[in-house]
């Protein structure tokens, strides 16, 4: 039987690695994001009759509903919801940091994702499917300037564990994968561009790649119907953790 996802930021990173493993694997992807160029060129790349593009906005919650309400046949009937589009902004610590900043991130990586997944709930627990958020070790670690970030993503793994308590009952799954530092496009948009920040935080760090998380999404959503990974923290080797900090005088 063939399946249908709904992957969410699908023009980079994870959800283009994700729109891809699960396209390749036969499934149909509705993928979205804002850039339809890059949308353009998934569907060149895996076929119009596997992967449909779905531009929107999420933050633009009419949208987001008129994209979904108006999928075509073969893409209406969603198994799977990765909640992955989301972004993090700026590395200054609070006292330094752009309130701008901390509103778009809670708008992204908070607000639309929970509007797309109650938007989708009913359609889910019909077909008994999936979802898979995307949260980040910053949800559990914190770090200076992880600020609003890691206040968002603590906020999709408490979630997402919610989720799974009022879905009791409905045979509808949900995961919050939790990857540390991934080479994306992730750090060029947190520092707004800068291409020299990006090479140096991912110079000789052997980081997970894009295909790393793409692989695990794929690997949660095709598990057998009667397990739930609640939650699958992930980091690169190189990456661990270091100690409190003491400020004296
Ligand atoms: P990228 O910047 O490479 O990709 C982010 C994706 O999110 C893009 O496709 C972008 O699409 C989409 N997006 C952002 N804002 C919006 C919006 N308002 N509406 C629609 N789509 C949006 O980063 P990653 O692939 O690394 O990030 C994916 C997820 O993984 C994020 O939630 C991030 O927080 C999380 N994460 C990343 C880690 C890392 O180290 N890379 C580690 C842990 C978690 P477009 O701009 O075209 O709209
Ligand atoms: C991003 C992972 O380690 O850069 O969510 O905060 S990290």
């Known amino acids: 039987m063939t399946r249908t996802a709904l992957i969410t930021g699908a023009t980079s990173g994870f959800g283009a690695a994700a729109a891809r493993r699960f396209a390749r694997a036969g499934w149909k992807v509705v993928a979205n994001g804002r850039r339809a160029d890059r949308l353009g060129r998934l569907v060149d790349e895996l076929g119009a009759g596997n992967v449909h593009p779905a531009v929107f906005d999420v933050r633009d919650a009419a949208a987001m509903r008129a994209a979904l309400d108006a999928l075509p046949e073969p893409f209406r009937d969603l198994d799977l919801l990765v909640n992955n589009a989301g972004l993090a902004l700026g590395t200054q610590p609070a006292p330094r940091a752009s309130l701008a900043d901390w509103q778009t991130m809670i708008d992204t990586n908070i607000t639309a994702l929970v509007t797309l ?106 598990l057998p119907a009667h397990l739930n990974i609640n939650r699958l923290e992930i980091m690169p080797v190189s990456q661990s953790f270091a100690g409190f900090q003491v400020h004296r005088g």
């Open 117 to 222: 997944t109650h938007h989708l709930l009913p359609r889910l627990i019909e077909r008994r499917g999936a979802i898979i958020n995307i949260g980040s070790v910053a949800g559990s670690y914190p770090y200076p300037g992880g600020n609003t970030y890691g206040g968002t993503k603590a906020f999709v793994r408490q979630f997402s564990l919610a989720l799974r308590s009022d879905l009791h009952g409905t045979g509808v799954r949900v995961t919050d994968i939790e990857p540390g530092m991934a080479h994306t496009e992730f750090t060029l948009v947190r520092t707004g561009g800068n291409q020299a920040a990006s090479d140096k935080l991912y110079a000789g760090a052997s980081s997970m790649t894009a295909e790393d998380i793409a692989e695990q999404i794929f690997y949660v959503a095709t």
